[in-house]
């Protein structure tokens, strides 16, 4: 009947997947084919040359830019997620009681997320330059603290941080809400016949049945923050020197700047080999803790 | 225990308002950017609202009427607009084939669509760009700068999205009933006409729209695989930052502008934004 009919069915997903493999498959080999190449459009000899098999790995195994840019990215990823995860778990919490204005809170709250990460680094940039954002001088006038994240590495590196928690946070809080609005109750009512107080309820309840919503908000947070460029680009362009410089831009910069085609290609294979490690990582701990629950 | 809850309540609103304010501070700052003068931004900041009469409308139509943003306004939402409604059929075709049909493999499928959404777009700028400006070309016509590469390009993080956050609601739906309908003699186009559209015509309303979003908000890509026809508003919001003298208040009013589609679009999908944003994996 309808549903035996196999080809009707590949009629019907056969766009999809011409366009993905258009789009995503087709530059996928093809990166990986270009990382073979030394290649600079820009050099003396612009053609593509072979070097050896793995010549561009070898180097970038000693690019100590690109290697540092990772370990940024990693570092960002984590500190950001740790205090988004935290500040989203109390959030969250607190809005499961009742207080006044709550409905108009949460609205607000939602605000940051639908707003483009270009825009945001627009609001943050105005919000923070020097000479013409109010932060550096309620800084200054308050607690005579010089803020010029175009000349301190530390403080380019931590307004980042700050941007993305603004920017994320609400998604942490949402996401969170929503999955302890879904708990079952039972639990709760018998541990508070047993005389237990919130804080146990909160460390022996609350957080264990949590455990897989807290995964999919950690997998997906992750594999964004692992990506962000744009913010970083409009706030900080990467600097100063490398301290906001984290993997997305690099290759940018390598890329389009200096135009080695070759050795960004390899970063590029590297970069999303990472990227998908530690997603395929997290995604299997996803679905095994997934069936645990069934 | 009374009084103990009273200040529970005081505290989380005293908390809640902080943070209403912290969210809000800085996208109200950037509003009076917008609204103020050169001269007038120099010096210390003045956080006093503009009153109507003295806003400095130069802002809005020195690059939207006089320059080039208005072109690039429209470029994002032709963009915008075409790659939701392609997202949205072709999303509709392949999750209802995913759901109904047994095709082998379609697990394989489905999980390889996934990984497109989670690749890092960095990683792809390189050959995208390659591809678009020399290889995908039909005599003289390229994919480089064209509304249309960007549109398919769009897809790439914007069907397997549409793709999950459809599956959940075409699997709600009984196969009984497609399965009644065909016993009547309706063919595949009615069964989507009559059946599948209206039954699942939320999520479909959801899916356009969070899709419609994700393209407008897009930046990345656009600003490499684009040069001069077809840029779209945040790259245009990009270019302020490598010119000298940046010009404040001009960049606000783009900010400003280019933030209004997600303002309108918060109040139609707050709801659904988190199953939306978590692909469905959280029901908000």
Same mark, same amino acid.
């Given at each position: 009947?309808?549903?035996?009919?196999?080809?009707?069915?590949?009629?019907?997903?056969?766009?999809?997947?011409?366009?993905?493999?258009?789009?995503?498959?087709?530059?996928?080999?093809? !990166?990986?084919?270009?990382?073979?190449?030394?290649?600079?459009?820009?050099?003396?000899?612009?053609?593509?040359?072979?070097? /050896?098999?793995?010549?561009?790995?070898?180097?970038?195994?000693?690019?100590?830019?690109?290697?540092?840019?990772?370990?940024?990215?990693?570092?960002?990823?984590?500190?950001t997620?740790?205090?988004e995860?935290?500040?989203?778990?109390?959030?969250?919490?607190?809005?499961?009681?009742?207080?006044?204005?709550?409905?108009?809170?949460?609205g607000?709250?939602?605000?940051?997320?639908?707003?483009?990460?270009?825009?945001?680094?627009? @609001?943050?940039?105005?919000?923070?330059?020097?000479?013409?954002?109010?932060?550096?001088?309620?800084?200054?006038?308050?607690?005579g603290?010089?803020?010029?994240?175009?000349?301190?590495? %530390?403080?380019?590196?931590?307004?980042?941080?700050i941007? %993305?928690?603004?920017?994320?946070?609400?998604?942490?809080?949402?996401?969170?809400?929503?999955?302890?609005?879904?708990? *079952?109750?039972?639990?709760?009512?018998?541990?508070?016949?047993?005389?237990?107080?919130?804080?146990q309820?909160? !460390?022996?309840?609350? @957080?264990?049945?949590?455990? *897989? !919503?807290? @995964?999919?908000?950690?997998?997906?947070?992750? $594999?964004?923050?692992?990506k962000?460029? %744009?913010? !970083?680009?409009m706030?900080?362009?990467?600097?100063? /020197?490398?301290?906001?410089?984290?993997?997305?831009?690099?290759?940018?910069?390598?890329?389009?700047e200096?135009?080695?085609? /070759?050795?960004?290609?390899? $970063?590029?294979?590297?970069?999303?080999?990472?990227?998908?490690?530690?997603?395929?990582?997290?995604?299997?701990v996803?679905?095994?803790?997934?069936?645990?629950? %069934? | 225990?009374?009084?103990?809850?009273?200040?529970?309540k005081?505290?989380?609103?005293?908390?809640?308002?902080?943070?209403?304010?912290?969210?809000?501070?800085?996208?109200?700052?950037?509003?009076?950017?917008s609204?103020?003068?050169?001269?007038?931004?120099?010096?210390?900041?003045?956080?006093?609202?503009?009153?109507?009469?003295?806003?400095?409308?130069?802002?809005?139509?020195?690059?939207?009427?006089?320059?080039?943003?208005?072109?690039?306004?429209?470029?994002?939402?032709?963009?915008?607009?075409?790659?939701?409604?392609?997202?949205?059929?072709l999303?509709?075709?392949?999750?209802?084939?995913?759901?109904?049909?047994?095709?082998?493999?379609?697990?394989?499928?489905?999980?390889?669509?996934?990984?497109?959404?989670?690749?890092?777009?960095?990683?792809?700028?390189?050959?995208?760009?390659?591809?678009?400006?020399?290889?995908?070309?039909?005599?003289?016509?390229?994919?480089?700068?064209?509304?249309?590469?960007?549109?398919?390009?769009y897809?790439?993080?914007?069907?397997?999205?549409a793709?999950?956050?459809?599956? #959940?609601?075409?699997? &709600?739906?009984?196969?009984?009933?497609?399965?009644?309908?065909? +016993?009547?003699?309706a063919?595949?186009?009615?069964?989507?006409?009559?059946l599948?559209?209206?039954?699942?015509?939320? #999520?479909?309303? +959801?899916?356009?729209?969070?899709?419609?979003?994700?393209?407008?908000?897009?930046?990345?890509?656009?600003?490499?695989?684009?040069? +001069?026809?077809?840029?779209t508003?945040?790259? #245009?919001?990009?270019?302020f930052?490598?010119?000298?003298?940046?010009?404040? &208040?001009?960049?606000?009013?783009?900010?400003?502008?280019?933030?209004?589609?997600?303002?309108?679009?918060l109040f139609?999908?707050?709801?659904?934004?988190?199953?939306?944003?978590?692909?469905?994996?959280?029901? &908000?």
């Open positions: 009947m309808l549903f035996s009919k196999n080809k009707k069915g590949w009629l019907l997903l056969s766009p999809t997947i011409i366009i993905l493999i258009l789009v995503g498959l087709v530059p996928f080999f093809y !990166v990986l084919y270009v990382g073979f190449f030394k290649w600079n459009p820009l050099a003396v000899d612009p053609s593509m040359q072979f070097e /050896g098999y793995g010549f561009n790995y070898r180097r970038l195994i000693f690019d100590q830019v690109f290697l540092e840019s990772i370990w940024r990215s990693v570092k960002f990823s984590v500190v997620l740790t205090l995860l935290s500040l989203g778990f109390l959030l969250a919490l607190s809005l499961l009681s009742s207080f006044p204005l709550k409905s108009f809170f949460r607000v709250h939602t605000l940051p997320l639908v707003i483009a990460p270009i825009v945001v680094g627009s @609001i943050f940039k105005l919000f923070t330059v020097q000479g013409l954002g109010p932060l550096p001088h309620l800084l200054k006038d308050y607690f603290y010089t803020l010029n994240y175009g000349m301190h590495a %530390d403080q380019a590196f931590w307004i980042i941080v941007m %993305d928690i603004w920017h994320w946070t609400p998604f942490v809080t949402l996401t969170l809400l929503a999955g302890l609005s879904a708990l *079952p109750q039972d639990p709760y009512e018998s541990a508070k016949m047993d005389g237990a107080n919130n804080f309820i909160l !460390v022996h309840i609350t @957080i264990p049945m949590m455990v *897989p !919503v807290l @995964i999919v908000v950690i997998f997906i947070r992750l $594999m964004d923050s692992l962000i460029v %744009d913010e !970083v680009w706030l900080t362009g990467g600097g100063p /020197g490398y301290a906001t410089r984290f993997t997305g831009i690099h290759i940018w910069k390598e890329v389009f200096k135009r080695y085609y /070759g050795l960004g290609s390899a $970063m590029s294979i590297l970069y999303l080999y990472f990227t998908i490690i530690i997603c395929w990582i997290l995604y299997s996803m679905v095994s803790k997934g069936k645990d629950e %069934d | 225990m009374k009084t103990k809850k009273l200040f529970a005081i505290g989380t609103t005293f908390l809640w308002s902080v943070l209403t304010i912290i969210t809000l501070f800085p996208i109200y700052w950037m509003i009076l950017v609204t103020r003068t050169p001269v007038e931004l120099f010096g210390k900041p003045d956080l006093s609202p503009t009153f109507f009469e003295k806003v400095h409308w130069k802002n809005f139509t020195k690059p939207f009427i006089d320059g080039i943003y208005g072109e690039y306004l429209l470029n994002s939402i032709i963009v915008a607009t075409s790659n939701a409604a392609l997202v949205t059929v999303a509709l075709m392949a999750t209802y084939a995913l759901s109904r049909f047994k095709l082998p493999g379609s697990d394989s499928i489905f999980f390889w669509t996934m990984t497109n959404r989670m690749a890092p777009p960095a990683a792809f700028l390189l050959p995208l760009f390659l591809l678009f400006s020399t290889v995908f070309r039909i005599g003289d016509f390229t994919l480089f700068d064209t509304k249309i590469g960007l549109i398919l390009l897809c790439v993080f914007n069907l397997p999205f793709i999950w956050l459809l599956k #959940g609601i075409i699997d &709600g739906i009984p196969k009984e009933l497609d399965e009644a309908m065909v +016993v009547d003699g063919n595949l186009f009615t069964i989507f006409r009559k599948i559209i209206p039954l699942a015509a939320p #999520g479909i309303a +959801v899916t356009s729209l969070l899709s419609f979003l994700f393209a407008w908000n897009e930046y990345l890509l656009a600003s490499t695989l684009t040069s +001069v026809h077809a840029r508003i945040p790259t #245009g919001l990009s270019e930052v490598t010119t000298t003298g940046t010009n404040w &208040g001009t960049m606000a009013a783009v900010a400003l502008v280019s933030m209004v589609p997600a303002l309108l679009f139609a999908v707050q709801k659904h934004i988190v199953a939306g944003l978590t692909f469905g994996a959280v029901k &908000g």
